[in-house]
């Protein structure tokens, strides 16, 4: 089982629309849950994060974690062509003294006009 | 921009080939990471170093071998890849050991290994 589960899509939606990215992981452990957007010839940015469960907006966007069912989303409310991009959902681990990211697969996003 | 550029952003190589990736940032960070991004796959972590020191192999062939000769620096040296080694090459540094851990990418190298 991957630690953390992610449907790569791809997602196509109209101009406006509601997105919502899901994500699952499978150690209780995980305290840290974030999401990173990446377009198409960029690396990986940071979107936002949340700590442990509840939610968290900024702006258009909100994050979601429930770890009773370790479940993690993200929603993008009136959806815009330049929220085209891939995003990444990543949570953290503790491990050799260090803080190691882990990513899902990543879900590709287009929305149209 | 985010601070840290990769160069060069496009290698073809042969299999027989050795050549090397650099990364270099600009955000006096003491935390730099190799990932591998293929198509449809997680990023997978290659190497870390921190404070110029290596924490993290994981379990990377050694046709693979990373140099971190301060805390701006990283290299990937490669040498004798495989097709299968083509993908997309990253990046990041970091701050600190705890916490949110935010990482901060390059753009990336796009391999292709012929």
């Known amino acids: 089982q991957k630690e953390v589960e992610q449907d790569p899509g791809p997602l196509s939606v109209p101009e406006g629309a509601i997105v919502s990215l899901n994500c699952t992981y499978s150690?209780?452990?995980?305290?840290?849950f974030m999401w990173y957007r990446q377009y198409s010839r960029k690396g990986p940015e940071l979107l936002m994060y949340?700590?442990?469960?509840g939610n968290k907006e900024d702006g258009r966007f909100t994050a979601q974690v429930d770890k009773s069912s370790k479940y993690i989303s993200l929603f993008i409310r009136d959806s815009q062509p330049s929220d085209s991009a891939t995003y990444l959902c990543?949570?953290?681990?503790?491990?050799?003294?260090?803080?190691?990211?882990?990513f899902g697969a990543g879900t590709r996003l287009a929305v149209h006009p | 921009e985010t601070g840290v550029t990769q160069t060069p952003r496009h290698l073809v190589m042969g299999m027989t080939n050795k050549k090397s990736l650099k990364c270099e940032q600009h955000?006096?960070?003491?935390?730099m990471y190799w990932y591998k991004q293929s198509a449809k796959k997680p990023l997978e972590l290659m190497f870390v170093?921190?404070?110029?020191?290596?924490?993290e192999n994981n379990s990377v062939p050694s046709r693979f071998s990373p140099e971190c000769p301060n805390s701006s620096h990283l290299f990937l040296h490669l040498h004798t890849l495989q097709p299968e080694d083509s993908a997309l090459y990253l990046c990041?540094?970091?701050?600190?050991?705890?916490?949110?851990?935010?990482?901060?990418f390059g753009p990336g190298t796009r391999l292709t290994v012929l």
């Open positions: 990041a540094s970091s701050q600190g050991r705890t916490g949110v851990n935010e990482q901060f």
């Open positions: 150690n209780s452990a995980f305290q840290y």
């Open positions: 949340t700590y442990s469960s």
């Open positions: 990543a949570t953290n681990l503790l491990s050799g003294g260090y803080n190691k990211l882990i």
């Open positions: 955000l006096g960070h003491n935390a």
């Open positions: 170093y921190s404070l110029e020191e290596r924490v």
